[in-house]
């Protein structure tokens, strides 16, 4: 278990967006998993398998809470004054790239959190977890066109909410 850890632990916080929530959600998937360890047939391959759990539990979870849970991106820049010097010789991007970077980060963050959680889940496995389509539609229960044509709509979605940052994301 420890092989999937920090790819499950990543991908529980970007659906939740909070360290704790996402240690629940990992603990309890965890424990899922290994109590169901024996029941796993070798159908489908394991992380496909890991993520349906981690993917139910978080939906789970929310239904059970009936809150939105946003994914605040609070990990703010600080640059010491060594490290400013440091970047002024250093090739590495300026103060003002970080920001921008930064900001784009943000927006593209709030656009995806915008998304219903079914359209949420599907982004992060295939853009954030390189998961195929055939493994996304085993994770999430759904026909590959379905998952297809989702994919397709949260992309569309969040492209029109970027719309107005058009040359922060040079559209």
Sequence with gaps: MRRYEKQVYNFA??????????????????????????????????????????????????????????????????????QVTRQIVDPSPSPSDLVERRERAEILQEAINSLPDYQRVMLLLYHGHNKSYEEIAEIIGLPIGTVKSRLNRARHAVRQKLESCRELFNL
């Design 13 to 82: 916080y970007r659906l939740t967006g909070n360290y704790d929530d996402a240690n629940d959600i990992l603990s309890e998937a965890f424990m899922k998993v290994y109590n169901a360890l024996q029941s796993f047939r070798g159908d489908a391959n394991f992380t496909t398998w890991l993520f349906k759990i981690v993917t139910n539990t978080y939906l789970d979870e929310r239904k059970r809470s009936k809150g939105h849970l946003n994914i605040p991106l609070d990990e703010y820049i600080e640059l010491e004054e060594s």
